[in-house]
């Protein structure tokens, strides 16, 4: 790896640890909030709300059109070859975008509240949630651009500034507002608000940025730039719509699921056990999105260079499945402690929910991290579209069917299944495309190492009885030790690995001296 494509590797890497604070002090935070408001409200009242909150992202999935990921990959591409008298009409152009898409669906999603709580749900109480979550759809626009155009400038704290805004104050003011007696409104606009200050904040921060950048020069007109901003992001908006719009797509499915069998309150459980589910994917989040945003603007620098990129993408898959399965198989095997600390006994169908759930992120282990940047940095949104679309195009069918037959658990299954369809579709598309291949062996040895350590931590903890904290205390400390000596007894890890991260630990700041001890402890038992 030569001394240019180091630096452009260190680089990202210190923006992933400030990615990976801010996610992490945001989760925190959030998840606070979260277990507060789930608590008191209980599962049929948050159930309720998510049915009302799935409706309005599926307009904030329609809003994008792809311009956040065009931020990205123009920014950071023109910032690294020293292109900038445009960089002020493609921040104006997104902006302008964005405006115009948020406000008018907005305005849909309001008129329209009535007919879908009254038709659909069978929940008259629903227009109101509704309406009121419709106002944050602006706030949501001027985030996800602030958002693209941070990251395309690689001002992290930025992005992770943003996130930490939302989640405090919405851990502040959603649960008072449900203590106080508001019960699912309380939520709805608790939910509402922290997404429009979040939106006025990321408006500072364009301007921050925007100001910077000298006037005048430019070489393209604000037309010429819409259209290469929609051009470049159009296949990325219809994949990240056919993509998104399944979650909120299945809420809504169960919302309406066999409301002769079932009531409107025992259907309002099963969601708001699904819902909080849904939840602990952001644990897998201090993972997945330091690696997955900061390698994008990395790959979209190094068109034509196949050899960086492949060692770079086999990296990148390999350090996002060493941390991420560690998470998955740790909360699978603790998920009865974990549900039972946050929830008591309000939520009993979450801890089997839960263990379904956490196989589709399994397919970390085969890129799912990596593979939408790789092929969205080198120009190829058309391969994430159709793998997308092939996904989309089976859940429909297998998502209906498991629903009307198995309800919730059919659903979580569901989830496995078409991840892997969208999965492996891009897998052999990489491969066939630039002949990039990743590490079958190491991913073998993953799986090995993960499953051993999920029943040797399991039987512990079931063995134990006893008080569920000390379970947990003990069941993931036990997790961490036995993952970390897997590692080490099959050599998942090369000394060639271990000598690469010492060398990336520069990039880590005030720990640089703790990660190398810990990486020099490592080297000396293999």
Known sequence: MDENIEDLVKTTTRGSLILLIGQISSTFILA???????????????????????VVQIAVL???LGVQQAMIKYLAQYRHEKKT????????????INTVTSISLTLLVYFSAGYIANNIFNEPEQEMFIKYLSLSIVGSGFSTLAQGITIGYERMELRSMISLAYSFVKSVISPILVYIGLGALGAVLG???????SGVLGLVFIFIIYRNEPIGGATISHKEAVKIILTYGFPLYLTSLLGGILPQFYTTMLGSWQTSKYTIIEINDIIGNYSVVLNFGVLLSFVTLPIGTTIFPLFSKLENNKKELNFLYRNA????TLFGYLIIFTIIALADQIIYIL????????PHYLRIYMLSFLLIGFGSVCNGSLLSGQNRNDVNFKSTLAKFIVSLPLSYFAILNYGAIGLLYTYFVTASVNTLFNVYYIHRIFGFKFNTQFLLKMIVISVFSCFVVYGFVTFLVLNQWIELFLGGLLSVFLYLVGVLILKALTKQDFAYLRRLSDSFGPISPVIRWFVDVLIRFT
């Open 32 to 54: 606070f909030g979260m277990l507060v408001v789930a608590r008191i409200l209980g599962p049929v009242s948050y159930g309720s709300f998510n049915k009302a909150q799935s």
């Open 62 to 64: 329609l809003m994008n």
């Open 85 to 96: 008298e445009n960089l002020r009409v493609f921040i104006e152009s997104g902006l302008l």
């Open 191 to 197: 939910h509402s608000a922290p997404i429009i200050l």
């Open 317 to 320: 898959v390999k350090y996002s």
């Open 343 to 350: 929830f008591a006994d309000k939520y009993i169908y979450a």
